[in-house]
Structure formats: C-alpha cells, structure tokens
C-alpha cells in the first residue's frame, strides 16, 4: 500500500512540475537568401588618383570575371554595368528668362543631391539590358542620379529642370553615358575604361559593377576610389576654406603684381 502511495504522490508532482515548468517553443531558423549563381569578382588599376597643378585627366581600368559553380545558364546573355560616382552634393537649377531685353533668373528646383561626377559604362544598349523598376531600385541611370528634391517645388514639372543639369554637366564632361563600351568575353570576362576629366571634385568616388540577366541585377560589386588634391593644389584649396580671408589678400595681391608686372612690360615695350 506505501508504494501504491509514493508511486502516486512522485506522479503527481512530476505532472506539477511541468506544468509549472513547460519546455520553451523550438524557435524556427530564419533562412537566408540563397547566394546567387553567379558573382562578380573584379579590381581596378588604381584606387587613388592624385589632382596636382598639371593634372589633365586620368583612365582606371575596371577588370574582373563572373564567379560561378555551375554551368552558364541557358536563356538572356549576361550583361555588365559600371558606374563611377563622385560624392553627391545639393545644387540649384535655375531657369533663365529674358525680360525688358535682359536675361535673369526665374523659376528654381533645389535638387537635394546629384553626384559631381557620374559615368556609366554598359555592354549593351542601357535600355535593352535594364528593366525600368531595377534602374529605380539602384539608381543606375543618369536620371537616376537625382537623390531627391530639397524643399518645395513651385514649379509644375521639375522634368525639365534635371533633364537641364543632366545636358550641362555632359557638355563639361562631368556626366557621361558610354553605351558598349564594356568587354564581355564569353560572360566570363569583363573590363572597362572609364575616363576621369580634369575638373574632377575631390571626395571619396564609388564603382558599382553590376551583373544582370533579362534585365535584372543578379550582383553588385562595390569598390572605393580616393580622389584628392596633393601638393600647391592641395594647399590652396584647404587655405581658401580654412583661411578665406588670408587667400583673398593673397589673390588680391598676385593680381596687384600681376597687373604691374603687365603694365611695366607694356611701358618698356613702348619705349623707342
């Protein structure tokens, strides 16, 4: 009879204690996007350039290869895409409007940030290689460059106003669209030449190289470029923001000399 008892007094507290204490849910493993079939591994030839006195220009080779386990899949050709993009910054774009015979300004859009510089390269015609949502997802095209507006617009269509900024920066070289210009060979191998013009802005330049099929981005490789001033350039350009009125007595003072020194030479000339 005391075992019946005991036996039936340690089943009670076993069903006590785990009521008591349940065992904690199995939570479930969030499972990650499977990598994709085929990556991009590249480099470039530099990844600094130096802006000095005489500086006229530069060329970075962007080269690479697709990565991949598998055989190449069947269907669209791969294709590439490379941008270099300088540090984005805020402009005004205005439009000019002739009044009582003289040109002045009239209505303005505040763009939030457009890059400085922005180069695309592609294998392909960039239309036929890149669905319009995959273009605004990674802002690929010139177009898409535009971060964003800053502040109210007032006018009915700022359209015009980007399309304006975008066709004035090309005629400076500063925004370019170089369609076919990247090298595919056997969607294995890849390069471009992208060149960087003399008025490049100083800043931190970002490469993007993507990899699409059907007009999807499949990868995306991101690599840094410095762009800096060094040497007289360098010091002037710090001088001019850290010590704006010691640059501008200096400046004064190289006109005063330079305008001088032309007129002494002018006056000897003259001289019978």
Sequence with gaps: MRGRIAGLLLLVLASTASAQSPVPPIEATPTADPPPAETVVAGLSSDSVAITASFDGSDILIYGAIKRETPIPPGPPLQVIVTVEA?????????????????VNAESVRIGAAPGFYAVATSAA???????????????????????????????????FTEALIRIREDQGLYRLDEGSVSLIDQTLFRADVNLPANLVEGAYKTRIFLLRDGQVIDVFVAPINVRKVGLERWLYRLAFDQPFL??????????????????AFMKLRRP
């Design 247 to 264: 640059y501008g007595l200096m400046s004064l003072g190289v006109a005063v000399f330079a305008g001088w020194g032309a007129s002494a």
């Design 126 to 160: 960039l239309d036929d290689i890149l669905l319009p949502e995959w273009d605004s997802r990674y802002r690929i095209s010139l177009s898409h460059a535009m971060r964003a507006f800053a502040g109210q617009i007032a006018v009915e269509s700022a359209v015009p």
């Design 87 to 103: 540090p984005s910054r805020g402009v005004t774009v205005w439009r000019k409007e002739r009044k009582a015979g003289i040109w």
